[in-house]
């Protein structure tokens, strides 16, 4: 299940970046193919990269959709000219149907629903955005230092890995987020918790990388050279392990929205007066029978957001490492 | 006698995205009964796409020409279900890697039991299994019965080949198609193995196909030798004329880059310039002129065919084959 | 293969210990049941001290979470701050609704997603593979609270257009359905379907994939490679050589992903206004009953170290080579 999961972006994921343990078979996605060395490689691998992304017209088509979300999303008023968070000015009525003024329409109490889900989504995208930041950097550090090291750190570091992967998200979330109902700053105590929740499955890839990274000859000499051990993570291991950082980024901004709409959809998220995508979907299912411009607008954006967020992560993933499984789109 | 295998004029080639690969190119080799053919070749050059094409195991998009006979009856074109009943039973064949050509969820005894039970209908489960047994014990594994219980993962990787093996011979084929069937070991389990490849061809009388890039294996064990370059057949001939009195510059430069232990030394090892050809854009004609000493004009304007030299039991595909007498052998 | 189960089932006690502790501790920060009497102006200090007193909240944490385990060993979880009901009962009660819920969304989602994955790699490229593939994308973009209260919708709008009660839409069960067990079973059934596929569809579109991509590597494996060599039937060679193979791999997905799908439930539950954990959780969270809380929270770990020890005992079954492990 994709929503209160940004733990598990990639392994429900469309093709599998978890390597099946046993069986035979083995996908994988590897490290890149060209090493960075003296910065000369990296050049024409991302030139590679971008040539094979752009080879998969649904993954471009994706991009250009979430571009055009993102931007209506934090265009806020200008767009529809109405305030997400009061009664519109010319006061037309409540619970309107969508018109050439109110293009979704208006709710019970008079808002423009258009800026209302203008607003949902400014919100959610930038929890989902933080998210995908923050869980994505202490994966990479963590799996980084985990493989680079081995032994004692490594194992530990995995322990640690393991405990989280079997937090219940969602039952925790709702525990935490229940302390700060009521306060606005509840969105960053979200930011943090789901993101600590989400780290694990880049941590466990990086690692994976790490390891096989560390025998390669460009670290002996970099070590030779004597460069630091933070040196060497930093400028050598992790610019490799780029690809599989990129993709699960992406996939963890889908992840991530999902969970925090999932949240605020049971009123422990972003709270009234704000909204979010989720809390207006959750007091537009009441009315999704009789005045749907309430719930299906708010959903279908959720909806095509994260599809084109997925679509773009699987173009990306088969950019960085290309099989012959996919089915191309 | 007819051959036990004849192939004639074999052309495959895969469509791919970089464009149409030509991996076998006019290839011809035959296989007397009892005997045993080396192919040698470095990667890429059509050996085991040539075999595969045999077993009928070359995937869809392969398109193959040519005519393919097993003691006379044409392969190409015959159905699939026709070709299974040869594949593992008259025909057999190991390849090349031990440690991902077993299933490991299936018992050993149980993969080569089921090898025998396809061939022969109506066998019941426990005398398949006692039949495994025995063939394990044939191939040198000790305590047959109860390794033939075990999986794959319990048995090292000379013990997995061995165990290929049996499951080869399980039904007294009459060719052995072995694909490198030791270059994923170590050397010293190596020798192991065509000890048991010699003691099974001695037992069964299968006539065996060595494919291998390993010079030294085929003069040990091989009767007649082709060596094949870019999908053709460069030289064929007896494994002594052929190493002693090579017809081809590939052979000479492949010999002339082998360390050899009956020389003087203090000789230098001469390697072959140049790297191996594309396969989608093969060089015209002669598709090893690039890299020979000996090119002329003629080489890169007329192909060369597969032919006998005169005086010789050997046949060459090279312009100047006869002159080859003259070069002193590294 | 029983030293395997037991070792893992060795583990797994320590690991639901754990969770124990670590679950009291959290619930312990991040709550205060006595919020609501501290926001009431009428009610005085003395009263709240008197009440903390009460509960037992002045006691050190440790000596709170002992007492609270000890009780939970033998099974009594304490009693609800709303109600006085005993916890062990109200969960009681939630479970057998919840699982009746993740017990045919699991195994309907697991049959359908091997299924269509199988067949979607046996049929690469195909029309049905582009379709399910497409189908996957969108279901797995979805989100759950949507879908759910879509598939409501969908179920009344469908009522409405045949003026039939065809779809269940509120509750897990109609309590004036009396009788047989057949017209019970068919009932609390009926009630089922719409959630249960709101999961589903959710589940098998993640899966799905996944076992696709499996099965297509297998299928590529040496070993399949030398079952064909060996003159096997295509079906001998599909059914014998690649499918437990390549049902090894999702059952390792299945257990990750089946914390996920109890969350899944929780808010289905709650779109469909069952009487089941989803509702017990929010309203133990909102009415800040912390016995409630917590035994939920240990539950539900519990729950997915079993599940998860299930997982490993299939995997150990399928597959020889962890048997030893």
Redesign the interface.
Known sequence: ?????P??PT??????A?P????????SSGPAEELVEFGVAVRSQWRLVLGRFLRHRLAVASLVVLFLLVVIAFLGETLSGYDYGRPSADATGSSLAPSTDHWFGTDAIGIDVFAQVQRGAQRSIEVALLVALFSTSLGALVGSVAGYYRGFIDAALMRVTDLF????????L???A??YRGSQANWLVLVFVISGLAWMPLARLVRGVALSLREREFVEAARAVGASDARIIFRHILPNCLGPIIVNGTLVV?GAI?TE??LS??G?GIQPPDVSL?SL??S??PA??TR?WL?YPP?MF??LF??A???VG?GLRDAFDPQQ?R?R? | MSPVLEVRDLNVSFNTPDGVVQAVRGVAFSVEEGEVLGIVGESGSGKSVSVLAAMGLLPRSARVTGSIRYRGQELLGLTEAELRSLRGGKMAMIFQDPMTSLNPVLTVGFQIAEAVETHRPGTKRDAALAKAAELLDLVGIPNARERGRQYPHEYSGGMRQRAMIAMAIANDPDILIADEPTTALDVTVQAQILEVLETVQEATHSAMVLITHDLGMVAGVADRVSVMYAGRVAETGSVFDVFAHPRHPYTLGLLGSLPRLDQAGGEQLVPITGSPPSLVHPPPACAFHPRCRFAQPVCSQETPLLRPIEGTAQRSACHFAEDMEAVPTP | MAGFILRRLAISIPLIALASFLVFVLVAVSGDPLGELRSNPSITEAQIEARRHELGLDRPLMTRYVDWATGVVTGDFGRSAKDNEPVVDKLGRAITVTLRLLGGALSLAVLLGVAIGVAAALKQYSKFDYASTFFAFVFFSMPVFWLAAVLKDAGIRINQLIDFRLFFTIGEKDPTVVGGFLTVFGDRVGHMILPVLTLILIQVAGWSRYQRATMLDVLSADYVRTARAKGLSPGKVILRHTLRNALIPIVTLVAIDFGLLMSGAVITETVFAWNGMGRLLVRGLLDRDTNVVQAWLLVSAAMVVLFNLLADVAYGYLDPRIRRG
């Open positions: 299940m994709a929503d209160p999961g733990v598990h392994p429900g994921g469309l093709t599998p978890l099946p343990p046993a069986g035979g078979p083995g996908p992967l079997t937090i219940p998200t969602l039952a925790v709702l525990v935490v229940n302390r889908a999902l709409t999932a959809y049971l422990f989720g979907i959750g537009g299912v999704a029978n749907w719930f959903g959720l909806l994260c599809l967020v997925n679509f699987d499984s089915v789109a």
